[in-house]
């Protein structure tokens, strides 16, 4: 038989395992119940203000720059030397003012030769009259000679039949004749052919003339004046220079025609036009330097550039003297007044053309937008004004602009009611867990 101490220690791994069972049993027993996970969706802060459409005056911001409507770059007309340059750039300057000086001595010699031309062409026309007047003059005393030699020849040819004069004599009568009949038909031609040539000589003395008129022309551009008041833009030569025909020599503009070239957005160009021909005043606003700048719309420019967003417009200034040409600006242009727009901050435009209300379940739904301008509240504040047919007075309008907005996405306005949050909480990673 065995012995309860050898059954003891066979029964000995059972007990352990039993042990160990009924300890696991009491361990799991003892844990304690794991509570449910509750996901709470999280309402992101927003600030909002409430949809008040009114009847405001749209300002649209454009970028231009300051350019005259007169613009010149003064060329050399003769080939010389520059003798002196009068202005430097900045100067202003008036009509006709003298500008700067070429070497004029081979210019005063040619217009001497050119005289001269036109004083040989004068003295010939008077020639050719004189020689016309003492044509007219002796012609009726060669027709007389003519007619008294012809008499000879009938007498002497009578007392040559008579046997009364030698034959001799008849000759030389009759070579008497044809020598007057000659010199009667040369003075005669002289004077049917006068027209003619006055009008040959009076044909080169003008071409003298206008030989002349050229060199006094080539003599007045040794001196280059002003052509209208205006400002130097650049001096382009100096003392000594020797210049050629076309050469620059200065440019300058007119400090009375100051404009600013701005670009018009296409979407815009119809609404301004139909301003104009309703003749309202569009006006511009702007700075510069600290100076203000007031403009009028002048017109639409009359070319499109190609590739171009736009259409160019000019605004005339209304105090230009004091700007240079050639500065860039941005410049605020007053639209006509529309009715129904809501200004909203720049910040609640998401894209171009969408914004979001607060449903009454203070979730975004996403509202489309025409953009028609902007309008400025200071110098620093710019607000946007937009329209939109799906927009009510009073309806809650999201001016804060969220990296992670779409439709749906609860959000928690300041106070419940729709008035604007002065400072807004940064928007938390996500949704709590």
């Known amino acids: 038989m065995n012995s309860p101490v050898k059954i003891l220690k066979s029964l000995r791994p059972l007990l352990i395992l039993v042990l160990a069972a009924g300890l696991a049993f ?65 100067d202003e300057v008036a009509k006709g003012q003298l500008l700067l000086s070429l070497d004029d001595r081979d210019a005063r010699l040619l217009l001497a030769q050119r005289e001269a031309e036109l004083a040989e062409a004068a003295a010939r026309i008077r020639s050719a009259e004189s020689r016309h007047q003492s044509n007219l003059e002796n012609l009726p005393r060669e027709q007389r000679l003519f007619a008294l030699s012809e008499k000879e020849v009938e007498r002497l040819l009578g007392l040559v039949e008579q046997q009364l004069a030698a034959p001799s004599a008849m000759d030389k009568a009759i070579q008497d004749v044809q020598r007057q009949a000659m010199s009667l038909r040369t003075r005669e031609q002289a004077i049917s052919e006068h027209a003619s040539t006055l009008a040959e000589l009076e044909a080169k003395r003008v071409r003298a003339e206008a030989l002349r008129d050229q060199a006094q022309l080539e003599l007045e551009r040794a001196r280059v004046n002003a052509p209208f008041d205006g400002r130097i833009a650049k001096v382009l030569v100096s003392p000594g220079k020797r210049v050629r025909v076309g050469d620059a020599l200065v440019q300058l503009y007119d400090r009375g025609a100051m404009v600013v070239r701005a670009q018009l957005p296409s979407r815009y160009i119809a609404l301004i036009k139909r301003a104009l021909d309703r003749g309202d005043r569009l006006g511009i606003r702007g700075e510069v330097d600290g100076q203000p700048l007031q403009a009028k719309l002048l017109r639409i420019a009359g070319e499109v550039a190609s590739a171009s967003g736009g259409v160019e417009a000019l605004f005339a200034l209304s105090d230009g003297d004091q700007f240079q040409q050639g500065r860039f600006v941005r410049i605020d242009l007053t639209l006509p007044e529309q009715e129904g727009l809501l200004a909203v901050p720049p910040e609640a435009i998401y894209g171009t053309d969408r914004i979001y209300r607060l449903s009454p379940e203070q979730r975004l739904l996403p509202v489309a937008i025409e953009r028609v301008g902007e309008m400025r509240v200071s110098q620093q504040q710019v607000q946007a004004l937009v329209r939109s047919a799906e927009i009510k007075p009073g309806d809650m309008l999201v001016v804060t602009q969220l990296p992670n907005a779409i439709e749906g996405l609860l959000a928690k306005p300041s106070d419940g009611e729709g008035n604007p949050l002065i400072q807004i909480s940064p928007p938390g990673p996500g949704p709590e867990q």
Request: hydrophobic letters at 50%; a neutral charge.
């Open 26 to 90: 009491l361990i799991i027993k003892s844990k304690p119940e794991a509570k449910p996970v509750v996901v709470k969706e999280k309402a992101w802060p927003v600030r909002v203000q409430l949809a008040e459409p009114a009847t405001l005056a749209p300002t649209l911001t454009l970028y231009g720059r300051i350019e005259s409507l007169w613009s010149s770059q003064l060329t050399a007309g003769i080939v010389a030397d520059v003798l002196e340059v009068a202005v430097l750039e900045g």
